[in-house]
């Protein structure tokens, strides 16, 4: 399963996140786009943490 943790830089709550979870790709983003995301996707805080896999069964076992 690939995570992806989506961060701005300077963010103490996503620096935290990506120091618990080691094995996570930290992408950071400028304001910018970061702000468009969040608004598209209506998310209000940060991180924004990504989860993909090419198996169904497993990505519904971490939404549980």
């Known amino acids: ?4 943790i989506l961060s701005q830089p ?3 709550r996503c620096k935290s996140l990506s120091m618990r979870v080691p ?6 983003l400028d304001q910018a786009t970061l702000l468009t995301l969040a608004r598209a996707l209506d998310i209000r805080t940060l991180p ?3 989860l993909s896999d ?7 076992e971490v939404l549980k």
């Open 23 to 28: 094995d996570a790709e930290v992408i950071e």
């Open 10 to 12: 300077g963010c103490g």
């Open 54 to 60: 090419e198996s169904v069964e497993s990505l519904s």
């Open 48 to 50: 924004i943490v990504v």
């Open 1 to 4: 399963m690939r995570k992806i």
